[in-house]
């Protein structure tokens, strides 16, 4: 009999192979359930809700460290099928003075939650290109304390060590802040929807700001950060990947098997979606472009690796930001984070 796993991931172009029956694992009946990455990760950390699913890593490496063995008892699969750049909706108030990332020094950030993995990358990309630090900045968790990812890891009562960090209620929201000019910073701007200050159901809220015509916001990369990353990964060898896997240790322990099942049919996925990808833009433009061969210029040829060999340095750079962003409190190696059957992939 097949062993029958519930596996829940955002909607990601690179797992909808598996999820549409194309790529099957082998003696695993795969029940696929697709939630948005906010709503996906509270649920994995407040209810220890799936079997299987998308996890962030700065979160992933958070839960390692707080669980009590009574919850998040996972091993992670090194799959890395997601990123989540803050780089397109980065905004900045026009009276800051920031013209450049360089500029940011100092400055008060709004981010969803300090924890993210999202966040974490921008505040490595910061030290990494130009110096600076965490503690450098003031911090903004726009996430009430009740609906963040933070708060389910209990940061509510520790806090990020070193770094001056402050909650936001359920009546403010980071872009009427930006916009009034209470921060100078804000990494996940997205105009549009319904207006939801003070609503204390919604994880994300919005407060009604524009930002076609507004004098006192602007978008600080023009090129959605395209440039940013190319450089990024030149000179460190690094990818901002945000998400890896995880799955119970409660099923591995009993079917040890099934890590490098899955691990193999999330490898397909990705294979099978990139074919999609590349027949897609020739039966669409008339005239494709040079988009494919500029990143396959800049990132070597594969946007998205997965295994430890190709990305085992990238999660020790993440593990190294988390400690000196003041989220986890000593080094985690990566065999204590990876299942063991896919530490030689």
Known sequence: MALRITMAFSDNPRVQPLRDGTVKPENIDLEMLTVPPSDLFYR???????????????????????????????????????????????????????????????????????????????????????????????????????????????????GPRGVEHHWLTADQTLDVMLDRGEIDVYTAFRAGGPVTTGDTTVIDRYGGTPTAGNPNIRKLLPDDGKGLVYEYHQKTGFFHCNHHVIVQNRILREHPWAALELFTALQRSKEVAYERARRAQSTYMYFPGQDFHDQDQALGGEPYPIGIRAMGKNVERAIQGSLEQGLITKPIALEDLYFRTTLNT
């Not at 407040?46 to 460290?65: G, N, P, Q, R």
């Open 44 to 158: 994995n950390l407040a209810f220890d809700e799936f079997d299987a699913s998308e996890m962030s890593i700065s979160e992933t490496l958070l839960a390692k460290e707080r669980s009590d063995g009574t919850k998040w008892d996972w091993s992670a699969l090194p799959c890395f099928l997601s990123r989540g750049h803050v780089w397109p909706n980065l905004y900045v108030n026009t009276s800051s003075g920031i013209e450049s990332l360089a500029d940011i020094k100092g400055k008060r950030i709004g981010v969803p939650d300090y924890d993210m993995t999202a966040a974490l990358w921008f505040r490595a990309t910061l030290k990494d290109l130009y110096g600076i630090e965490a503690s450098d900045n003031t911090w903004y968790n726009g996430r009430t304390i009740e609906f963040s990812h933070g708060g389910a890891l209990g940061l509510d009562d520790s």
